[in-house]
């Protein structure tokens, strides 16, 4: 029982930290309409940047400035969103796809900064002792996964209250016309630009957040957290959510994180050794299969508004 | 410093080069940016090591074509396997991509074909497994060609078919009737359904091109390099760049910026070393996108 | 004389409920010169394009030599001998001259295209001589001229033209108007919506005015020109037109 709510609580800070992904990506998507498939690097973007302004110092690496959880946390959403801005900079006034074609390459380069890049991440071993909170009673489990759920939720729960601020005011509103009427945009040029800059940039620094959230709550970093499956496994998220609602960001993700640990808990039980590979291969197959049977037939989610996006 | 790195650089020029041409096309017809290109050479690629196993197994193991590290089988395979890769890409398109085509916005196409990548390249782990396979496990020995240039016969040889087949690929674009329909169609779709050209003839034949010539390429790696189900998505960059700094549309474009692409990772590889080469092509995106978005021969977007 | 084009109570419009034809009926006699007259917004493009295929199609019907064509897929239009040349974009600017023509003959049998691309040329002088330029750095005018004789080249039964006058210079819809006049001469039947009234109605045979999506008067060109109260409702003043 005891390891059950542990276990609870472990399970929703996980799903959580992905709907404050989510939450980006549903500023940037489905308010702006920005299209952004290399999420998996602005996350990484947060967690390394906030893991290098917190961790004690070591010998063999740059970094490791000791500073305070919340100061990495301001420092992941700054470079993060820094990142997006310069990628929303470069293709925005471009077509669509291009925004689309370079947020990919972000989440390449940053996967080989990462895997490279040793004196400042720590190549593939990535980057450890990155301080937790709470981490005096860790040997509490029920009581350190209750109060970093707490933590957890109280981030969410702040951003999801913020975006829902943001898009209700004249600047969400600006978005919103901007995204329905496309030549509108492009007749606004510079100035539509610009907005649309500023909710990719703040997207990319909510999801820089969540970088930084996790990798304190894991207090453990490494390159294959930040694999392109990650990148359809929040768009998988704000789908079955629904694109354009905040709370339907939240609770899709908690559902797809629910049916993707159970589906591996499932194969993990049922599949012989040899076989677990390719059962976890099938795993990404229905979710990319998932994404394609809502893309043609319930564009608009399971938690969405009514009124489609499509 | 070695001038290797020219033949190597031209090698896997061509390949990105062969695959841009699909990624230009779709994106100058179909007007939108196929994720799911690199899925579709991974495809290729495993579909003719399926039928030179095949082939193996009824006909026997057959000779070497000269010095080379294949024989027949892998040439009728590599028919087999651009067919096969064909009907594969005008199955998505079915399935998927013309259904969401007809309600237009763009852009969920391409996050379809993002998911349908995700998909196909999962699903050749589930049938592969992620370990590399080969067409064949001869080694080939490099012969000296001067300026301390080493080449293997293989290499020779898929330079030629690659020159062949961007040539082919030229004529047919200028020539053929339905060559000129497909530029028309990328220059005013609108007017190319009054002057009688059947829409759908036009993507077929973009969906048939594209995928054999990726399987082309698939094949490329394969027998130079190795198969793996990643392979298309480690391409995938690449093939964009090559496709955005040629052009949107241009098939030389796609080519000759293949080749710089290829060089300049080859060049990186050399000067600053192997583990920064997948940077090359995003470096090169920025530059492009930044400077000259319209590409080398790229015309101002409409 | 034959009824050549029979377009009956046409309706259509690009989105359901929202008509932009409303139950026009116009037709064209073999040999003629049919003009749309009408103020902006009556819907004159909007019904060529419908006979198109180009404009969804709601009602009514077309009948082509006593066919019904009514929403035929716009691709097989040229096929049933109906050519169509949009008033804007109405060539491809970066295939050659001979290739815009060779594009258009695609429907034809293959051996007799480049014969039947030569014949053009002999009709448009203009055009032969720079059939290896990209369509795209033509003058208007010749622009104007390679998109007419990319519809002809199939040997269509009706050609429909919507404002071939549009952002010419006046000399150059003199030359235009007066290759029409020729290209009837040989035979054909146009159909002609346009803005420049004079112009139109000086080839001419017959003429209709559009109103509110359907027709609102009908007449030979002659007249129509004349009638004092068509000229004051619906020409614009005279003295500007």
Request: aromatic share 8%; charged share 10%; hydrophobic share 55%.
């Amino acid at each position: 029982m005891i390891d059950l709510l542990s276990y609870g609580a472990f399970f929703l800070s996980t799903a959580l930290i992905f709907g404050i992904i989510t939450l980006g990506l549903n500023l940037q998507w489905g308010l702006t309409g920005l299209f952004n498939v290399g999420i998996a690097g602005f996350f990484a973007i947060g967690a390394y940047a906030s893991a290098i302004l917190t961790t004690p110092e070591v010998a063999d690496r740059i970094g490791g400035f000791g500073l305070p959880i919340a100061v990495g946390w301001l420092g992941a959403m700054a470079l993060a969103g820094l990142a997006a801005a310069i990628t929303g900079i470069a293709t925005l006034r471009l077509k669509a796809d291009y925004l689309a074609i370079t947020t990919f390459g972000v989440a390449v380069v940053v996967q080989l900064v990462m895997l490279n890049a040793e004196a400042l991440t720590g190549g593939p071993f990535g980057v450890a002792f990155i301080p937790r909170p709470f981490a005096g009673v860790q040997d509490q489990p029920v009581l350190f996964n209750a109060l970093n759920l707490m933590v957890v939720a109280g981030v969410t729960l702040a951003i999801y209250l913020a975006l829902e601020h943001l898009s209700r005011s004249p600047w969400g509103r600006v978005l919103r016309a901007l995204r329905e009427d496309e030549r509108a945009a492009i007749s606004l040029g510079k100035s539509a630009r610009s907005y649309r800059v500023q909710a990719f940039a703040a997207g990319g620094a909510v999801m820089g957040l969540a970088g930084a959230v996790q990798a304190h709550f894991i207090g453990f970093i490494a390159p294959d957290n930040y694999l392109p499956t990650l990148t359809f496994q929040v768009w998988a998220m704000l789908m079955v959510g629904g694109s354009g609602s905040n709370r339907g960001a939240v609770l899709g993700s908690i559902v797809v994180w629910a049916i993707w640990v159970g589906s591996g808990a499932a194969t993990a039980a049922l599949v012989p050794g040899d076989w677990q590979a390719r059962a976890a291969a099938l795993q990404i197959v229905a979710i990319g299969v998932m994404l394609c049977l809502i893309l043609l037939w319930r564009p608009q989610g399971f938690f969405g508004p009514r009124r489609g996006r499509m | 410093m070695s001038l290797q790195f020219i033949l190597d650089g031209l090698i896997n020029g061509s390949m990105i080069g062969l695959g841009a041409i699909g990624v230009t096309l779709t994106y100058a017809i179909l007007r939108f940016s196929n994720f799911a290109h690199g899925d579709l050479m991974a495809w290729g690629a495993y579909a003719t090591l399926a039928l030179v196993s095949g082939i193996a197994a009824l006909a026997g193991a057959a000779a070497p074509i000269g010095a080379l590290s294949f024989g027949w089988p892998m040439i009728v395979a590599a028919l087999g396997g651009m067919a096969l890769t064909g009907l594969l890409a005008l199955a998505l398109d079915w399935l998927l991509f013309a259904r969401l085509r007809d309600r237009g916005q763009a852009i969920i196409i391409v996050m379809a074909s993002f998911g349908a990548s995700m998909a196909l390249r999962s699903l050749l782990e589930f049938l592969f497994t992620s370990s590399p396979v080969y067409y064949s496990r001869a080694i080939q020995m490099a012969m000296p060609v001067g300026l301390g240039i080493r080449v293997t016969p293989d290499q020779i040889a898929l330079l030629v078919v690659t020159l062949a087949l961007v040539l082919g690929m030229h004529l047919f674009m200028t020539r053929s009737q339905t060559g000129r329909e497909m530029r028309a169609y990328s220059q005013n779709p609108a007017l190319a359904r009054v002057v009688g050209i059947d829409v759908a003839r036009i993507v077929r034949a973009t969906w048939l091109i594209g995928a054999a010539l990726a399987c082309a390429a698939g094949i490329m790696v394969g027998i130079l390099v190795q198969i793996r189900p990643l392979m298309g998505l480690d391409m995938l960059l690449p093939m964009f760049a090559a496709a955005i700094l040629g052009g949107i549309g241009s098939i030389p474009g796609a080519v000759l910026a293949g080749l710089i692409i290829g060089l300049s990772e080859a060049a990186t590889v050399q000067l600053i070393g192997a583990e920064w080469r997948a940077a090359v092509a995003f470096a090169i995106l920025m530059a492009v996108l930044f400077i000259r978005p319209m590409g080398l021969f790229g015309v101002a977007e409409r | 004389m034959t009824r050549i084009l029979d377009v009956q109570e046409l309706v259509a419009g690009y989105e359901p409920g929202l008509s932009i034809v409303k139950g026009a009926s116009i037709h064209a006699d073999e040999g003629e010169i049919v003009v749309i007259l009408g103020p902006n917004g009556a819907g004159k493009s909007s019904l060529i394009k419908a006979i198109a295929g180009l404009v969804p199609v709601t009602g009514g019907q077309v009948l082509l030599d006593g066919v019904p064509i009514t929403a035929t897929p716009a691709h097989l239009m040229v096929r049933r001998g109906l050519a169509f040349v949009p008033q804007t974009e109405n060539i491809f600017p970066l295939l050659t001259v001979q290739e815009n023509l060779a594009v258009a003959g695609g429907i034809l049998p293959r051996a007799t295209v480049p014969a039947r691309i030569d014949e053009m040329f002999g009709m448009f002088p203009d055009l032969a001589r720079q059939r290896r330029l990209l369509a795209g750095s033509l003058s208007g005018g010749q622009r104007q001229m390679l998109a007419v004789a990319r519809a002809l080249i199939v040997h269509p039964r009706v050609l429909m033209l919507d404002e071939p006058s549009a952002g010419l210079s006046p000399k150059f819809v003199e030359m235009v108007f007066a290759r029409l006049g020729e290209i009837r001469r040989a035979g054909l039947t146009i159909v002609l919506v346009e803005q420049n009234a004079r112009a139109a109605l000086a080839i001419g045979d017959r003429a209709y005015v559009l109103a509110e999506g359907r027709e609102a008067h009908e007449g030979p060109a002659a007249t129509l020109w004349n009638d004092p109260v068509i000229a004051e409702l619906y020409l614009g003043h005279r003295k500007a037109s």
